[in-house]
T-cell receptor
């Protein structure tokens, strides 16, 4: 089955710096890649997603890139702010069977130091 | 439009008791997913249901766990004869169509088995 690996497990940056989180997936049939942000004790919330027919997507300070050949995708956060501190999860989904089942990475704890 | 509602938010059970976790999807959503999050780990898919049907239960433990999504009322995740290893946060997510569309998560139920 699908497996998603996420690195690093923890990331500490200074406010204003950029943060990059990387994920690899195993099943080449995966075609949907969302990123979720989870603050302590709260629900995961979608921050950006990308589909396999697109190589890059940007939304203000957040961007995601996808390399289908290498089977990896990355989250880029620019001009980080203290409120970006949270756990970030990548996920992958295969559309066959139309289930929408998400396979999550292990998570990255991002700390943005003021 | 209220978000995905889960209750209770916190549940304490003694070993051997039953735990019942409830999830009311967003209005208009007929697709429900349950995920389990162990401390400091990612979310693990458990089961995907549509109204009155279990579509994919590949992530459900073979024993003690069951799920339903009746025609009327919330989706229920039931854990019988709980053990300490069942202690985790259980998240429900819903989507309007299934497949690779945004899944909206509830606040989760944090189960503690003592």
């Amino acid at each position: 089955g699908e497996n998603v690996e996420q690195h690093p497990s923890t990331l500490s940056v200074q406010e204003g710096d950029s943060a990059v989180i990387k994920c690899t997936y195993s099943d080449s049939a995966s075609n949907y890649f969302p990123w979720y942000k989870q603050e302590l004790g709260k629900r995961p919330q979608l921050i950006i997603d990308i589909r396999s027919n697109v190589g890059e997507k940007k939304d203000q300070r957040i961007a995601v890139t996808l390399n289908k050949t290498a089977k990896h995708f990355s989250l880029h956060i620019t001009e980080t702010q203290p409120e970006d501190s949270a756990v970030y999860f990548c996920a992958a989904s295969i559309d066959s069977g139309n289930t929408g089942k998400l396979i999550f990475g292990q998570g990255t704890t991002l700390q943005v130091k003021p | 439009n209220a978000g995905v509602m889960q209750n209770p938010r916190h549940l304490v059970r003694r070993r051997g008791q039953e735990a019942r976790l409830r999830c009311s999807p967003m209005k208009g959503h007929s697709h429900v997913y349950w995920y389990r999050q162990l401390p400091e780990e990612g979310l693990k898919f458990m089961v995907y249901l549509q109204k009155e049907n279990i579509i994919d239960e590949s992530g459900m433990p073979k024993e003690r766990f069951s799920a339903e999504f009746p025609k009327e009322g919330p989706s229920i995740l039931r854990i019988q004869q709980v053990v300490r290893g069942d202690s985790a946060a259980y998240f429900c997510a819903s989507s309007p169509t299934g497949g690779n569309t945004e899944a909206f998560f509830g606040q989760g139920t944090r189960l503690t088995v003592v």
